[in-house]
Nanobody, 120 residues
């Protein structure tokens, strides 16, 4: 079993910053990539940012230059630094990791989600 636990969501005014963190625990051999997704009411879940084990990253166009993803494979953690937040960033944010577990089986695991609310 692999568990992901997120923290760091909350309420912030537009222009402010928040930092989300996610830690994985359990039966992990390796993590191929870590990502943050978000889902606003009435919308589909969308990719916000992803970081691969080699360190490369990609971002949604809407967050480029404002959000930064970083990962620590040794600690099985990923963070998302969100600066210059906008009202349209309001959503539930989910951590996701592509993991190879100790049975040598790949799988994608999700956190429970953390609410980010940006007020105008």
């Amino acid at each position: 079993q692999v568990q992901l636990v997120e923290s760091g969501g909350g309420l912030v005014q537009a222009g402010g910053s928040l930092r989300l963190s996610c830690a994985a625990s359990g039966s992990i051999i390796s993590i191929n990539n870590m990502a943050w997704y978000r889902q606003a009411p009435g919308n589909q879940r969308e990719l916000v940012a992803r970081i691969f084990s080699i360190g490369s990253t990609n971002y949604a166009d809407s967050v480029k230059g404002r959000f930064t993803i970083s990962g620590d494979n040794a600690k099985n953690t990923v963070t998302l630094q969100m600066n210059n937040l906008k009202v349209e960033d309001t959503a539930v944010y989910y951590c996701s990791m592509a993991v190879v577990n100790k049975a040598w089986r790949p799988g994608t695991y999700w956190g429970q989600g953390t609410q980010v609310t940006v007020s105008s």
